[in-house]
């Protein structure tokens, strides 16, 4: 039963442009179509829950590319496009009611995506392993990964890789709770 | 001719905790007593520029670390206590006359440290190397690294090393001005 974090970040920890904007993720050259270990990661996951934003967000690339639930987090949204019945739900509340009920209905390992729900997670201590991808850019400006906190989490280092000489790849796991 | 950043912050970007405090940096195990690899890197400095935060916290310690010049950049400070004479000089104004005029006396090398005056180099992009050493705690709130930039920029990472599994330290050089 593990919540993870696996996101990129500029080096001043923006995560997008403050207009969402992705593209400055595609700049850092790719040669071998390396997907920096994601589908390794993807693997052990059972459910994705995101926000509002990066919900659509996904939706405006015009192709789902999860191949697992995903649960959208939002008081705002009204409902799931149709197309994506059966892919993505709707929920809201708080986030250890929605970790319990996710639990409840089998999914162990849930994968937090966007920049509020991941927030949201840590201002609760219900992520336990942080896996952060630092490109080599600063950008001044954007939707930050972190938020205030009332108490700092220490974190164990696990690992830290490097992809084409150029990202910075650090797993982490909550310790000291 | 390069000016350095050499800092460590929290995961998510933190120098100092909002009263400036230091200590959850030493709560790293370091058994060995590495210095980072710090000794290795004021050995190419030739001076250092701080603010007067900074400035101020390394007075408080008692004992005055540096065996380089260091230049104390500030607008409000009226004078440099006077045991300090010789080690350390105050200047302000424009970052790019400081660094014209440090350069004319003979400082190739700059040190710049402390969150705010990093900040205003970074905003003239007047940073030519950046070494940051991550903690693997979340703090919450703090001081920042990095503040708002008008424009992105791009850097190439160099190297990337992990101490004592627990600390890492990347080292990026401008790239594409």
Partial sequence: MTNYVYIATSLDGYIATSDGGLNWLLEVPNPEQSDYGFAEFIEGIDAIVMGRNTFETVVSFGVWPYERP????????????????????????????????????????????????????????????????????VLGAGIPLFGELAEMLQFEHVGTEVYNNALVKSHYVRANR
């Fill in 70 to 137: 995903v649960f959208v987090l939002s008081e705002h949204l009204k409902e799931i496009p149709g197309n994506l019945a059966g892919k993505a739900e709707l929920t809201s509340g708080e986030v250890l009611t929605l970790v319990q009920e996710l639990r409840r209905r089998g999914y162990e390992n849930l994968y937090v995506d966007g920049g509020l729900t991941i927030q949201s997670f840590l201002a609760v201590d219900m992520i336990d392993e942080l896996i952060i991808t630092r490109l080599p850019v």
